[in-house]
């Protein structure tokens, strides 16, 4: 950059040389031989010039780049670490649409502000000093008015001041968009059912316009950066021909000095309006940085404790000791819970919805954490042992699948990455997936698609069930994990997980009263409260209680 800013500021030498050379050989003879003589100096000089200004260019702008693209990369990878190692509820709390937009959107206008603040704001202020430093040494007194450019600074810092806000809220808003997209892309099934094309049309064309008015807002607030810059590079020019003409007629300068200093003024005007320009950029990289920031900055309030102990050995003893659970806005989810599950045991969860049941086997692996009251597994309390080695122990099957857009083999051994292909098949025949696997395209080696796309609904549970089976944890968590499936699959999944379910500590979360009727205990909950507790049969005698009614809904 030093040697590109040099090379294109000492146009201004060249130029003064040739027009001092040429007005001297019109003068006088000796004028001419000499100016004959140093014509041949003129063009080895100006082609190293040229040489020097391309190769620094070239050289510049790939190691700018380079520069730039690594630093957004390392961003991007913080961005990610710090996703995932903040808090579920947290994560969870903001729209995945906006986050997706940070590592998009927001990363890419970085990039850019970077890239161009690499390539032009250090290029371009070099030329500007070393341009203006051979223009004062040609004629200090003729280059003094290049000052008026700092007319410009005042409003170009109020200017500025606005963008950065402007630029906010279009990074905001595009969040908002990419949100809006990923529903109703994701519900095409249902908008095309309903016939809502022309309703999202609508919804999503509101914000699209809103995009609009936005981006114009901050478009007419850079726009006002250019006309200022030309208006004083104007007046700079007619600056110096006014009284450079003045100083040529008194004989203080010389046509060379009148045509350096004008191509000085050429040379900066472009390059004051691109540093002009480029603060608009500026603005909207650090609008970028500071979402970006926010994401890479955010803490986990659920970390391990100083002297956490690593949970060795767990069997899979679970007690919930007088649990309270709020959310953050502060609605109370769980009131005074005292829940156990002794090893071996499989413990339901049963009652209607948002009494709490959920919330119970979120605060086992610690995805919230606890307001009042203690979870303990084998009688250490959750919160005193590392969160690596609590999680470790517990395996969890959802209502809600899974699964990445990666082979069926890969997908089965997420949770045990060192597992062998015959460890992976032996836990496919276990969840009895094997047979199906088989029959696919490429066996274990088949894509399965974005989120699964590619299998049913009972194959993904399996495929899930196979996934827990090779963790081979001493604690299983199924939530809900067949009631979307029809019954037939619904049969040879929770076949497969009742042998999962063998030697380890289960708590299942069931909708579907059925499901339960062996389960050694089951609670009742009701809007954050444990109402009855007792076995299918306990339970089923108690006509007047809300097990007995659930049952009466579902069976009759």
Known sequence: MVLLALATAAYTWVVSYIVDTANAADQTDDGLENARRYAFLILPVLLGITFISGISNYAQRILANSIALNAVGKLQKQMFRSSHRTDYASFSAAPIGDRISKFTNDVTIISNALIRVLSNLIKDLLTVVFTIGFMLWQNWL?????????????????????MRGSATQVQSHIGVITSQLKESFGGARMVKAYALEDHENQRLGQSFNE??????????????VDPILEILGGLAIAGVV???????????????DIAAILTG?????????ALGTLNNVIQEGLAASTRIFGVIDETANIVDQPNAIILSEPRGQIRFEDVSFSYPDGTLALKSVELKAELGETIALVGPSGGGKSTIINLIPRLYEVSKGRVTIDGHDVRDVTLQSLRNSIALVS????LFDDTVANNIKFGEQTATRDEIIAAAKAADAHEFIQSLA???????????ENLSGGQKQRISIARAILRDAPILLLDEATSALDAQSEAKVQAAMDRLSQGRTTIVIAHRLSTVKQADRIYVLDKGEIVETGTHKSLSRKKSGLYAKLQKLQFG
């Not at 490429?442 to 699964?452: A, I, R």
Request: charged share 20%.
């Open 242 to 256: 006014i009284f450079g003409v003045y100083q040529v007629s008194s004989s203080l300068a010389s046509a060379g």
């Open 265 to 273: 003024v050429l040379i900066l005007s472009p390059r004051l309006r």
């Open 211 to 224: 995009r609009i008015r936005l981006y114009l807002k901050l478009v007419t607030q850079q726009a006002r």
């Open 442 to 452: 490429d066996g274990y080696d088949t894509q399965v698609g974005e989120d699964g």
């Open 142 to 162: 003729l280059s003094l008015v290049m000052a008026v450019f700092i007319l410009a600074l005042l409003p170009i810092i109020e200017i500025s001041r606005r």
């Open 399 to 402: 209502q809600d699948v899974t």
